[in-house]
């Protein structure tokens, strides 16, 4: 059975203190993992998508890393606004996406 | 360009009763898939339609149901409402069913007692 876990549950940084979030998965046949940013009572925000080992992907102070069995979301000099749940997901040959629990983050100023 | 609406924004219902919720997609996105989201865990897939058709559904019972009408927006139906039905439903679209990116919908709220 397809599975994705997070780690950790949740992470209290100081603002600039950078840190990295873990997304791992088994899955029959990856043909995507997804990023996402959610922010309290609201829908997830897409962020990057990656296809295949040794891929990554950078916006403003994230940067998105995929390997065969995870990726990390490391987060350079975090804001407050940085301040959400990051959502990962993969999607498996059938095509449907298989949710992590997700990672709470605090950006304390 | 719009995004993925969804409507109610905040629904409360009581134990036993039918619910319809509703979404409409991404200008250009004709594939519709919907979530049911528990408090503190992530997005559980329910089922996805393309071309008016369910083509893929997750571990929900038939009590769960929807609808794609021509214009591409959906719905989900949910029959003999459970407290333990409650949640943030979720609607998501992309194009097609391939490799695409799906983009969320702000979600609707629902509340049974």
């Known amino acids: 059975e397809d599975q994705v876990t997070q780690s950790p549950e949740a992470l209290r940084l100081q603002e600039g203190e950078s840190s990295s979030l873990n997304c791992s998965y088994t899955v029959s046949g990856l043909r995507g993992l997804f990023w996402y940013r959610q922010d309290p009572g609201k829908g997830p925000e897409f962020l990057f998508t990656?296809?295949?080992a040794g891929e990554e992907k950078e916006k403003e102070r994230l940067k998105a890393t995929l390997t065969k069995k995870e990726s990390f979301l490391h987060i350079t000099a975090p804001k407050p606004e940085d301040s959400a749940t990051y959502l990962c997901?993969?999607?498996?040959?059938?095509?449907?996406?298989?949710f992590g629990p997700g990672t709470r983050l605090s950006v304390l100023p | 360009d719009a995004g993925v609406t969804q409507s109610p924004t905040h629904l409360i219902k009581t134990r036993g009763q039918q619910v319809t919720l509703r979404c409409s997609p991404k200008s250009g996105h004709d594939t519709v898939s919907w979530y049911q989201q528990a408090l503190g865990q992530g997005p559980q897939f329910i089922f996805q339609y393309y071309e008016e058709e369910e083509r893929q559904r997750g571990n929900f019972p038939d009590r769960f149901s929807g609808h794609q009408f021509p214009n591409y927006s959906s719905e989900l139906n949910v029959n003999a409402l459970l407290l333990g039905d409650s949640a943030l439903y979720l609607c998501?679209?992309?194009f097609g069913t391939g490799e695409e990116t799906q983009y969320f919908g702000p979600g609707t709220r629902l509340l049974v007692l």
């Open positions: 990656l296809y295949s």
């Open positions: 998501a679209s992309s």
């Open positions: 997901a993969v999607r498996n040959y059938g095509q449907n996406f298989v």
